[in-house]
């Protein structure tokens, strides 16, 4: 895609998904709020409408860039280079929020706020994947070899998205199995799965929106440093 034309465009999607966005995220928490108690958990349930859109976003981010990656090695595509770099600590801090509001709801649960669980640790060397490809995407002045490089430690890490997604079923954990993302029909009440569909279609566009925010101050930020570059060659 054209750098300017996707300045032009993504500048009036972000003005119209920022509004589409905050409503959807405001009528999602009213329904979180309004809906029944578990009958076994009671109010904890309601963490899951931050947790499960957090897991969902971290893994969501990180196919996406595994996505680009394989574009970057294949064609050498500098937007999605880009795309790459914006991504990777949006979905950090997603895959923090939802280690943090597991423990959240699994200590009152479980009795304790971690377990060597294979989900969880899975997630926690998720986390140190994603740092690695925040801290590898700015090791290199050159960014030619810093974008292969994340590219390549994106491809690798990807390993672990299928083991995160499939560890409940793998090992036996303390983690219950998947209740909404399945083959079968959901395995929780209507009244919170629709409050948590709204909560994760509401995130879903929260992180569509800070992913073209990232890249554009990325591509501004390319732009000033071209220029500076070329003004010095100018002077020289």
Known sequence: MNLLRFM??????????????????????????????????????????????????????????????????????????????????????????????????GRPVWGTWW???????????????????????????NSRISTQATAILTIIGCINVPIIEFSVNWWNTLHQAASVLRWESPAISLYLLIPLMFMMLAFTMLFILFQLMSMRNDILHWQIIVKQDCAYNKGV
């Not at 993504?10 to 999602?28: M, P, Y």
């Not at 981010?61 to 574009?71: S, W």
């Not at 998720?126 to 002045?141: D, H, K, P, Q």
């Open 115 to 141: 377990e060597w669980d294979a989900r969880l640790t899975s997630m926690l060397i998720f986390l140190l994947i994603y740092l690695s490809i925040v801290s590898l995407s700015r090791a290199f002045e």
């Open 8 to 105: 032009g465009f993504s500048s009036k999607i972000i003005r119209l998904l920022s509004i589409i966005a905050v409503i959807t995220l405001l009528f999602g928490l009213f329904l979180s709020f309004s809906a029944p108690e578990d009958y076994r958990q009671g109010v904890l349930v309601k963490i899951m409408f931050l947790h499960v859109p957090f897991s969902w976003l971290s893994l969501l981010c990180y196919i996406m860039m595994t996505v680009c990656a394989i574009r970057i090695l294949c064609s050498q595509c500098f937007f999605s280079g880009i795309a790459l770099r914006s991504a990777a600590p949006i979905g950090s801090v997603f895959t923090v929020l939802a280690l943090i509001t597991g423990s959240l709801w």
